[in-house]
């Protein structure tokens, strides 16, 4: 009998992939997301920016 494809040595895939700002996301995520340290400054100025554009500022960043 053949291996099934869904073998238990094969890593699951989740059902739904997100992509974007469809889930919570923190000033410190936005930071990260856009390749710069983590910083009390650039937190500040993420949670500005989330005020201002809502989930389109992580968007920005990620496919």
Known sequence: M?????????P?????LYTGGERPFDPEDLVMA????VTP??????RRH?????AAALERYLP
């Open 2 to 10: 053949k291996d099934s494809p869904e073998d238990a040595s094969t």
């Open 34 to 37: 856009s390749g710069h340290d």
């Open 50 to 54: 989330i005020e201002e554009k809502g």
């Open 12 to 16: 699951s895939r989740p059902s739904r």
């Open 41 to 46: 400054e650039r937190v500040e100025a993420a």
